[in-house]
Antibody, heavy 119, light 107 residues
Framework: EVQLVESGGGLVQPGGSLRLSCAASGFTFSSYSMNWVRQAPGKGLEWVSYISSSSSTIYYADSVKGRFTISRDNAKNSLYLQMNSLRAEDTAVYYC????????????WGQGTLVTVSS | DIQMTQSPSTLSASVGDRVTITCRASQSISSWLAWYQQKPGKAPKLLIYKASSLESGVPSRFSGSGSGTEFTLTISSLQPDDFATYYCQQYNSYPVAFGQGTKLEIK
């Protein structure tokens, strides 16, 4: 069974940093690209970042470019999102989601981890 | 970047009703469109991919159609479990983009 479990969320002050993790199991993690998607309270879904299986290709939404860094450790079956210079508008539930290849939707999602940016 | 526009934002309907949600892309995305259902406090669930392909395990009352820039999600006969928020997503190119969502409420 495919499982994605996010962790690392919490309360952080504006300008602060946080590192999210996503632990993957039930599939060959190193064969799949991964995404981070977020959802602000009461709002819609917003794609944040993408990383290919070998980390050779990375994309970011304009709203986080230069502040967030996506990475992965295939040996540890883990995906990460390093978030720096956090702003109030980064407050959201952050989901990791598996990419099933080129031109594929996100079939598998984690349960999400809440990040709150507030003083 | 491709923008996705969903309508309506809110839809009130009754059990047994047939409902349709529309999604428009700002440029052609061929058939690279997905529909998700999300319930409060839960992750999105994939319903439809490639515009009209039903995800395994999803009831056949859900159907999708369209190509290019105009797409629809239809629920043929609403069930109590269907009251949720629905999102379209284009995955033709990065950045992938979601519609703003349609909240399906009980009338």
């Amino acid at each position: 069974e495919v499982q994605l479990v996010e962790s690392g969320g919490g309360l952080v002050q504006p300008g602060g940093s946080l590192r999210l993790s996503c632990a993957a199991s039930g599939f060959t993690f190193s064969s799949y690209s991964m995404n981070w998607v977020r959802q602000a309270p009461g709002k819609g879904l917003e794609w944040v970042s993408y990383i290919s299986s070998s980390s050779s290709t990375i994309y970011y939404a304009d709203s986080v470019k230069g502040r967030f860094t996506i990475s992965r450790d295939n040996a540890k079956n883990s995906l990460y999102l390093q978030m720096n210079s956090l702003r109030a508008e980064d407050t959201a539930v952050y989901y990791c989601a598996r990419d099933d290849g080129s031109y594929s939707p996100n079939r598998y999602w984690g349960q999400g981890t809440l990040v709150t940016v507030s003083s | 970047d491709i923008q996705m526009t969903q309508s309506p934002s809110t839809l009130s309907a009754s059990v047994g009703d047939r409902v349709t949600i529309t999604c428009r892309a700002s440029q052609s995305i061929s058939s690279w469109l997905a529909w998700y259902q999300q319930k409060p406090g839960k992750a999105p669930k994939l319903l439809i991919y490639k515009a009209s392909s039903l995800e395994s395990g999803v009831p056949s009352r859900f159907s999708g159609s369209g190509s290019g820039t105009e797409f629809t999600l239809t629920i043929s006969s609403l069930q109590p479990d269907d009251f949720a928020t629905y999102y379209c997503q284009q995955y033709n190119s990065y950045p992938v983009a979601f519609g703003q969502g349609t909240k399906l409420e009980i009338k």
